[in-house]
């Protein structure tokens, strides 16, 4: 069956509207954060933990766009077919999105949780060296005339740039950091989810992700139809 424009429409309608719910949600349904939790009286932390709900969605896409464009360089590598082209430069274009929407929400919980907008601790530092290596991505595949020649290098940049990946994700724990700390077995989170929060939280995942699958069938469909047109002048 074809996906028609309406259909595609109210998709989106309807992811809009669950996202937009489960922001909600996050901001004025679940409660302040436990009072032993506090680090001080009139912790700013109190309400400004939930932008947890935020960030940790938009890292997740980060890490699966960056993931895509890996696994679509090794196939276009493998087999020259430019369908895996189009599909990691899609992947690319919409990564480098929610990258910029990761650093703005690290900006903001480092001014609420530690003082100051930028600080560059290891986890912000990091998340910035992969919308640099998107950014490089996307800027040499505007370079390059020939399609096979754009299509090579990227891939590479794609293998090569993926490491940031892993790098970013353990920063937290290989360096000091006020970010806090995923693998430390001996501290205790600093919170927890009741089951209202993990309701939002899974809620606007699942918003997200469905949402980033939305735009990267809408992205490759526009550049195959870029590349007929191409084509066709040539």
Do not use: C
Request: aromatic share 14%.
């Amino acid at each position: 069956m074809r996906f028609e424009r309406k259909y595609a429409v109210a998709l989106l309608a309807a992811l809009w509207a669950m996202v937009l719910y489960a922001m909600y949600s996050a901001l004025f349904r679940l409660g302040p954060l436990k009072e032993e939790l506090l680090r001080f009286e009139g912790d700013p932390m109190r309400h400004g933990y939930k932008i947890f709900f935020f960030s940790m969605e938009t890292a997740a896409i980060t890490y699966l766009a960056f993931t895509v464009l890996l696994v679509a360089s090794i196939l276009y590598l493998r087999s020259k077919d430019m369908k895996w082209d189009v599909i990691g430069s899609s992947s690319a274009k919409i990564g480098i999105v929610f990258t910029t929407i990761l650093l703005v929400n690290g900006a903001i919980f480092s001014k609420v949780g530690w003082g100051a907008y930028w600080n560059w601790d290891p986890r912000q530092t990091t998340s910035l060296m992969l919308w640099f290596i998107l950014a490089a991505y996307l800027s040499l595949r505007t370079a390059i005339d020939s399609d096979e020649t754009r299509a090579r290098l990227s891939a590479i940049i794609g293998i090569f740039g993926f490491v940031g990946v892993p790098l970013t994700h353990v920063s937290a724990t290989i360096w000091v950091s006020n970010h806090p700390q995923l693998y430390n077995q001996a501290g205790k989170a600093p919170f927890s989810l009741d089951k209202a929060g993990v309701s939002v939280f899974m809620m606007m995942m699942l918003g997200v992700l469905v949402l980033y699958l939305y735009f990267m069938w809408l992205t490759v469909k526009i550049e195959r139809l870029n590349q007929k047109v191409l084509s066709g002048e040539r």
